[in-house]
C-alpha cells in the first residue's frame, strides 16, 4: 500500500505526458488514446481495483476511470483538444498533477 501513490502519480504522468511516436502528440496509451479521441476527459486513477494475476501484471492492480460529458460542447471541446494534444482531465487529476513537480517519490515509503 505504500506505494499506491507513487504508482498513481507515475500512471497519470504516463497517461497525460507519454506520447506515441510519429502520431503527432498522441497519447501512447492505446486505451486513454480511444477514450480521449472520442470527447471524453481523464476522470480519475484507482489503485488496488484489479488485484488478479492479469491485472497485477499489467498494470501494478491500477485501473482507470474516463468520464464523458453530458453537453454535447464539452465532448466536441475535449475533442478538440485532443486533436491539438491536450489532455483534458478532472480537477482532482489536475491537482495531482500540479502537485508533481519532477519527483513523484515522497520523502519516505
Known amino acids: 500500500k505504500a506505494v ?3 504508482l498513481v502519480k507515475l500512471c497519470l504522468i504516463y497517461l497525460t505526458r ?3 511516436p510519429g502520431k503527432k502528440n498522441k497519447p501512447y496509451d492505446p486505451v486513454s488514446n480511444f477514450h480521449l479521441r472520442n470527447g471524453s476527459e481523464l476522470h ?3 489503485w488496488g ?3 488478479s494475476d492479469v491485472g497485477i501484471s499489467q498494470s ?3 485501473m482507470v476511470n474516463y468520464a464523458y460529458p453530458n453537453e454535447e460542447a464539452a465532448k466536441l471541446k ?3 483538444n485532443f486533436e491539438i ?3 483534458n482531465t478532472s480537477k482532482k487529476m489536475q491537482g495531482l498533477l500540479a502537485s508533481t513537480d519532477g ?3 515522497p520523502s519516505r515509503l
Request: proline letters at 4%.
Open 4 to 6: 499506491a501513490p507513487v
Open 18 to 20: 507519454a506520447k506515441s
Open 44 to 46: 480519475d486513477i484507482h
Open 49 to 51: 481495483a484489479n488485484m
Open 60 to 62: 501494478f492492480g491500477i
Open 78 to 80: 475535449n475533442k478538440e
Open 85 to 87: 494534444g491536450i489532455i
Open 103 to 105: 519527483s513523484v517519490l
